[in-house]
């Protein structure tokens, strides 16, 4: 790869150098042993974990281990000649937390017991299995992801894990029932996505990353070759499937919403998380053309996706920020359905954007603004340095990337080249 060019769009000229790619590639890897912790007892805030872990930024905040966090990271480095270990031990981190707390918190901080972050784990315990080929290993482990689903993402309990309130749908939730702390169960800590009322809304993308439990938990008991567990979760991702094309599709927008199931009407704003429904595969060829088109004329900007559409009151989930695990994500769902010319624009520009901030900065950032290029607009702290999360998806996209360059027909991309990308 010597030269990356993007197809004409706003920046006819957009390309990356291989030489620049590599500067970010060495200034990764040199920066994951700044973000290594290793804590096993717990010390007044912080609970202890039995592995070390990778915390976001080598700053005086965030230092834990995130769930969100974990996936992409633990995808990066799974790999890792020198960190995959890391990866393997941050996942029994998290089945350490589930056995002791009943739940996978926010973070590995005790005040953050009261709620969790998007469910990731299946994910996860897909791509650590895929590592290491140890079915003991699995067995034990989709325990831990069978307990989550049940008792945290399935719960109706109140004032404890209260989050399935309508026909198997869920929502995010704290244990203190407060809107703004349930948003910062959705990771999007703040938005205007939910009009300050989240515990009102079904979650567009929480309702896609179940209905993935469900595919990979009837795919993990498929494997132990347990047909009652694999017909129960195929029935649940079938039933979650047809809810959410049902409720969360506008056919005269073209495009997925979150769904306000006390108001029984969806929300009128358009976030990147509409692309959820393309990520998980369970949308129409007919209705993915629209939400492709879409995100192609709305979201996309000079930089990559941003969060939202310009809105009265903006907040750092919001436009004019991009935020890199939502890159990610929007780039799968239009590789799944075929868009690889998009895919292949939009890798271009966050790459490039990244990398001339890391040419101006020497970092990369937690976000971006990808509306006028430069570091994302800070909320309710400074926005933060480091970067974990956008270091994992920058090498994950540059993956991505070079696969796009040999292969740049427009044909949905198979499964099986899905699952050696590392994408689930």
């Known amino acids: 790869m010597s030269k990356l060019s993007c197809m004409p769009n706003v920046h006819d000229d957009l390309h990356i150098e291989k030489k620049d790619l590599d500067e970010v590639f060495q200034y990764i890897e040199g920066y994951w042993p700044k973000l290594i912790r290793y804590h096993p007892k717990d010390l007044k805030t912080l609970i202890g974990l039995p592995n070390s872990y990778i915390v976001p930024t080598d700053s005086e905040i965030f230092q834990e281990q995130y769930y969100w966090d974990s996936y992409l990271i633990v995808r990066a480095l799974i790999n890792n000649p ?3 270990h890391i990866a393997i031990g941050m996942v029994e981190n998290l089945f350490y937390m589930i056995e002791r707390f009943g739940i996978i918190p926010n973070a590995s901080r005790f005040y953050f017991l009261s709620r969790s972050q998007p469910p990731l784990l299946s994910s996860m315990v897909l791509l650590i299995y895929g590592k290491i080929k140890d079915m003991n290993w699995l067995k034990k482990a989709v325990g831990y992801v069978e307990f989550e689903y049940n008792n945290v993402w399935m719960g109706e309990t109140h004032l404890a894990n209260f989050r399935a309130v309508e026909s198997g749908l ?42 993935l439990y469900e595919v990979d938990l009837a795919h993990i008991y498929n494997l132990l070759k347990n047909s009652k567990k694999v017909e129960k979760f195929e029935k649940a991702a079938i039933w979650r499937a047809k809810l959410i094309n049902k409720l969360m599709w506008d056919e005269k927008t073209g495009y997925y919403f979150d769904y306000n199931f006390v108001k029984k009407s969806k929300s009128p704003l358009i976030t990147v998380a509409g692309i959820y429904p393309l990520n998980v595969g369970i949308v129409s060829v007919a209705r993915a053309q629209k939400a492709i088109s879409l995100v192609e004329k709305i979201l996309q900007k000079n930089y990559g996706v941003v969060q939202s559409v310009r809105f009265i009151e903006n907040k750092q989930w919001d436009w004019p920020n991009g935020w890199s695990p939502l890159q990610l994500r929007a780039v799968e769902g239009l590789m799944r359905y075929g868009a690889n010319r998009l895919a292949r624009r939009l890798i271009l520009k966050w790459l490039s954007l990244n990398i001339k901030i890391f040419r101006e900065t020497g970092f990369l950032w937690e976000k971006y603004d990808v509306v006028h290029g430069a570091i994302g607009v800070p909320d309710r702290y400074p926005t933060l340095y480091g970067f974990a999360w956008t270091n994992a ?6 993956n991505m990337l070079e696969f796009l360059e040999k292969w740049p027909s427009e044909n949905a991309t198979p499964v099986w080249l899905v699952r050696r990308l590392g994408w689930y």
């Open 82 to 84: 020198k960190y995959s």
């Open 170 to 211: 869920c929502r995010y939730y704290d244990v203190n029932a407060i809107d703004d702390l349930a948003e910062a169960e959705s990771g999007w800590d703040l938005t205007s996505r939910f009009n300050g009322k989240c515990l009102d809304y079904l979650p567009v993308d929480l309702n896609c990353l179940l209905f």
């Open 393 to 398: 998806c920058f090498l994950i996209m540059a």
